[in-house]
């Protein structure tokens, strides 16, 4: 599956951003569907994921309430919606898919998925 994530920008703190992730390939609705983002020097960092009905939806402690992951099968998308934006939130954000996810205290370790787009930046403004 190749997967390319758009929809980045700059915001205003408080401010909102819709992140998609567009798939190709007929397995799309197979996979687990995760994204994740990074700041420069830091390690990735896990942010949202769905499982592959979009039943089951897991989120970082710091995006709770603030942010909604969803997919549509049908379109080979998967969306992040981002409200209340703060400036801790800027990072590339990256998708990435994945048969199976293991999630461990609440929490999904990024190495677990094993095809990547690349990344999308989101900059949030003080």
């Known amino acids: 599956v190749q997967l390319q994530a758009s929809g980045g920008g700059l915001v205003q703190a408080g401010g909102s951003l819709r992140l998609s992730c567009a798939a190709s390939?007929?397995?799309?609705?197979?996979?687990?569907i995760g994204w994740i983002r990074q700041t420069p020097g830091k390690e990735r960092v896990f942010v949202a994921a769905i499982n592959w009905s979009g039943g089951s939806t897991y989120y970082a402690d710091s995006v709770k309430g603030r942010f909604t992951i969803s997919r549509d099968n049908a379109k080979n998308a998967v969306y992040l919606q981002m409200n209340s934006l703060k400036p801790e939130d800027t990072a590339a954000y990256y998708c990435?898919?994945?048969?199976?996810?293991?999630?461990?205290?609440?929490?999904?370790?990024?190495?677990?998925?094993?095809?990547w787009g690349q990344g999308t930046l989101v900059t949030v403004s003080s």
């Open positions: 990435a898919a994945s048969i199976r996810i293991r999630v461990v205290a609440g929490t999904i370790d990024p190495e677990e998925f094993e095809y």
């Open positions: 390939g007929r397995t799309f609705s197979s996979y687990a």
